[in-house]
């Protein structure tokens, strides 16, 4: 299974940044779900007799959402042999072939206005160009009695997942946000959206999870709902039985179909609106920045540290003059808190620092070798998601890496690991694509009935184990034989593989 935009998957997605438009003052028309007018119609507290009067009053101010986008496709190049005999032996396009053509594409999602004179919230991706060479050429919105208007774009946050758009017209009926803190697990819940492109649909079902965390990044923070959202809801509305706006619906955990499995996940009310004020004013969106790769402390290496559960985050790696790097903050640190913060699995390090000014000074504690101690950061500005995705030179196949020439005797030190390691030579580093500045033992092999053997693979370069450098296999074997007299049964290494991020690797030791 797998974690999915609530888009339609075949179609594509568009979006290109526009000019602010002032919101014109305010008419006398009231919202949708104004308190006074919910009074009448909202169901009783408990299991509801029926959603129909509320939804009835709701519906109008959802929209449909779609773009039409152009892409250009690199065609094969011409065939020289076209209209011969050897035309199909050596392939290729027809006379003609290889320039650039242009296609259409589109894409659907889901929308809810928020002032009578038309302004649209929307997911970024569901507005934001679907491919490599994609742009948007116009954006629709439509309302549920089939109206259609071009909309502008007034800004978007790729980081949140949010956009604002804007139609020209007045007196349309709108919605206001509510107070998602307040929401508790269990309440009913109904989601409004164009799921698969078929036309306005509701669904009900309850909040399921609170501050769930998807790894959908620094604004990882979700209502997580079991009413029906699928591709094409993303945008839509999640309202509570007041009709307040508690969430945008955003993604979907998937299964094999790609269908709705009773998972959904919407973008809690407290989080969005800051973002879409700002968009409405113009405002630039500052976020947080530390410059490090955290990783998640999960039960493996909490024992393999000595640590309490979910204590905190690993720094799995620290960006040179960042301001992590200047506060002193090091690879193998457990961050605890961030300005009296605690770290925990519903607020993650990257969504509590992307929360705090940029340019403040703030405390972060922090466990280094056992021992507690504060640092004092001044938090930088962060990155777009594309400089950042850049910067870390990552790419989508981890395990692609070609199997390396590992001469030399493999120590059978690793016996408690499941593993043989050599010595890191220079020309064992060439061999293996890993910089040249990397220092420790190389997996030269692993035991298939070991943790090692699950997690690991040939070629990995073990750069420490439990905080402690390993420049040889006999440094490894003694890391290994004091976390047996400690009564530990993880160590933690500290792995390099080709040129990607290093990464915290838990390994259980043999029995």
């Known amino acids: 299974m797998r974690y999915a935009y609530a888009i339609t998957g075949a179609l594509l997605l568009g979006g290109a940044a526009a000019a602010v438009t002032l919101q014109p003052p305010a008419s006398a028309q009231t919202a949708q779900n104004e308190p006074a007018a919910m009074a009448a ?5 408990g299991a509801p007799v029926s959603f129909a009067d509320l939804v009835a009053k709701l ?39 290889g320039a650039p053509a242009v296609r259409e594409a589109q894409s659907l999602g889901s929308g809810f206005l928020i002032s009578d004179d038309g302004y649209v919230v929307t997911n970024n991706h569901v507005v934001a160009p679907g491919a490599k060479g994609a742009t948007v050429d116009s954006i629709t919105v439509i309302l549920t009695n089939r109206k259609e208007y071009t909309a502008k774009l007034v ?7 949010l956009a604002l758009l804007k139609i020209n017209a007045t007196g349309l009926p709108f919605v206001k946000f509510g107070d998602s803190t307040r929401a508790r697990v269990g309440d009913w819940v109904i989601a409004i959206g164009n ?3 078929i036309g306005s649909t509701v669904t009900a079902g309850i909040v399921s999870a609170l501050h769930r965390v998807t790894g959908a990044g620094a604004y990882d923070r979700f209502i997580q709902t079991d009413a029906a959202i699928n591709q094409g809801n993303s945008g839509g509305p999640m309202f509570d039985l007041s009709g307040n706006v508690i969430g945008i619906n955003s993604q979907i955990f998937a299964g094999q179909s790609g269908g709705n499995i009773g998972i959904g996940f919407a973008i809690p009310a407290e989080d969005a609106k800051p973002v879409i004020d700002k968009l409405m004013k113009g405002t630039a969106i500052a976020r947080g920045y530390l410059g490090v790769g955290p990783q998640p402390l999960d039960d493996d290496s909490a024992a393999a540290l000595n640590l309490p559960k979910n204590t905190g985050e690993l720094i799995r790696s620290v960006s040179p003059g960042e301001p992590a790097d200047k506060a002193g903050i090091k ?8 300005n009296g913060k605690p770290v925990t699995q519903d607020a993650s390090l990257s969504y509590l620092v992307a929360n705090e000014t940029p340019g403040s000074r703030i405390p972060v504690e922090l466990v280094r070798a056992g021992k507690k101690m504060t640092v004092s950061v001044v938090i930088g500005t962060r990155p777009s998601e594309d400089a950042l995705l850049a910067a870390s030179g990552a790419n989508d196949d981890e395990d692609g890496m070609s199997q390396p020439d590992t001469e030399g005797p493999a120590s059978p030190v690793a016996n408690k690991l499941g593993l043989a390691v050599v010595a890191l030579t220079p020309q064992i580093a060439r061999n293996i694509g890993v910089d040249s500045t990397v220092s420790g033992v190389v997996v030269s092999g692993t035991d298939p009935s070991s943790d090692a053997g699950q997690k690991l693979k040939r070629g990995d370069v073990i750069v420490s184990a439990n905080g402690t450098p390993v420049g040889t296999p006999e440094a490894l074997s003694a890391i290994v034989s004091q976390a047996i007299r400690d009564g530990r049964p993880t160590v933690l290494l500290y792995v390099q593989r080709q040129r990607l991020p290093g990464a915290f690797v838990p390994i259980k030791l043999k029995k």
């Open 41 to 45: 119609i909202a169901p009783r507290a």
């Open 59 to 97: 519906q109008p101010a959802v929209v449909n959402i779609s773009t039409k986008q152009s892409i250009k496709v690199q065609q094969a190049p011409a065939n020289p042999f076209a209209g011969t005999p050897f035309a199909e032996l050596f392939g290729g396009q027809g006379q003609g072939g």
């Open 155 to 161: 800004g978007r946050d790729p980081i949140s997942d």
């Open 195 to 197: 799921p698969f492109g």
């Open 331 to 338: 690879v193998g640190d457990v961050v605890v808190s961030v």
